[in-house]
């Protein structure tokens, strides 16, 4: 589903119209004079910010890597993108 950009008025004199579209699965981009200003995630959506969020945060102590993380550090190739 495309995600839909409205205007700050329009998303408060309708917030139970765009509720509904994020229950949908679509997210809603709030605009004020032409620039973003937030925005109404889907659960969906929400849920796998949260997500990434976490992991950005993840802490790893060299002597206590995870196999999978060490397994990509020992085959990793110096300027190639990950596969």
């Keep these: 589903m495309a995600d839909l950009t409205v205007a700050a008025s ?3 004199r309708n917030f139970g119209r765009y509720q509904d579209e994020a229950l949908a699965g679509k997210n809603i981009k709030v605009t004020s004079h032409g620039r973003i200003v937030g925005a ?6 929400l849920e796998h910010f949260e ?10 102590v060299v002597g206590e890597l995870p196999d999978d993380v060490l397994a990509a550090i020992e085959t990793a190739e110096y300027g190639v993108g990950p596969k």
């Design 51 to 60: 997500r990434l969020k976490r992991q950005e945060r993840q802490i790893h």
């Design 40 to 45: 109404f995630l889907s659960p969906r959506e």
């Design 10 to 12: 329009e998303f408060a």
